[in-house]
């Protein structure tokens, strides 16, 4: 079971919403407007949020910029009319984990936000690990290298926690640029490997030949815990 903070505005779709999310245990408030979301949201942060862009008092993408901007690593699905490729673009950029045009089925919905879920339960577990030398707990953002504390900055703290949520997959430098760095792949790729280069100093026993942080030719890199 997991706090759902659904923020739409469209009537017969948080009913729908509401009921099926209900069914499959989790706990739903509703808010149908951004400043009733702000508010919910200092009183703490849900286990995922699912936020409609188009609200009468402004755009959903702003919220998900401002929650990223502030560190929330809560989970977020946009639900949106805006269907088109630009529109997706604009919102994973804005830091969105997911985009789902409407109108959508409820069984695509629901797979998406166990997904995200899953992935979530993983990252809250695994708050505190070990990755070759480095020993770093999340939740409180420390980092030991060899039972020494380094100092992360918040860049590094994100590209991290990216890397660690999606361990086992290869991510492409493409998309470090857009979500950690929240920039266009334009702009130098070349940035992504020297914070990569950092992260593999503090894990790595040797650099030179990395076990846990490892290039894959040509496509990006790929993040083994053991
Ligand atoms: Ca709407």
Not at 23 to 46: F, M, N, S, T, Y
Not at 61 to 86: N, S
Not at 170 to 187: A, G, K, Y
Request: aromatic share 4%; charged share 30%.
């Amino acid at each position: 079971m997991a706090d759902i903070l659904l923020v739409e505005d469209d009537a017969t779709l948080v009913l729908s919403l509401e009921m099926t999310l209900q069914a499959h245990g989790h706990h739903v408030i509703v808010c149908r407007r951004l400043a009733e979301a702000r508010d919910i949201l200092k009183g703490g942060l849900p286990d995922l949020l699912l936020l409609d862009l188009g609200l009468p008092d402004g755009d959903g993408l702003d919220l998900c910029q401002e929650l990223r901007q502030q560190g929330a690593i809560t989970p977020i699905l946009m639900l949106t009319a805006r269907g088109t490729l630009g529109a997706r673009v604009d919102g994973l950029r804005a830091g969105a984990d997911d985009y789902l045009p409407k109108p959508f089925d409820l069984p695509e919905l629901m797979a998406r936000v166990e997904a995200l879920l899953r992935r979530r339960r993983w990252h809250q577990g695994g708050g505190d690990l070990h990755i070759g030398k480095l020993h770093v707990d999340l939740s409180q953002r420390r980092a030991l290298s060899d039972e020494e504390a380094v100092h992360l900055t918040d860049l590094e703290w994100r590209l991290l926690t990216y890397l660690v949520e999606r361990r086992g997959e290869v991510i492409s430098r493409d998309e470090l640029l857009r979500r950690v760095w929240q920039s266009s792949p334009e702009s130098q790729t070349r940035t992504v490997d020297v914070f990569i280069s950092r992260l593999r100093r503090w894990m790595e026993e040797d650099s030179a030949k990395p076990r846990y942080l490892i290039s894959v030719r040509g496509v990006g890199y790929c993040l083994n815990q053991d």
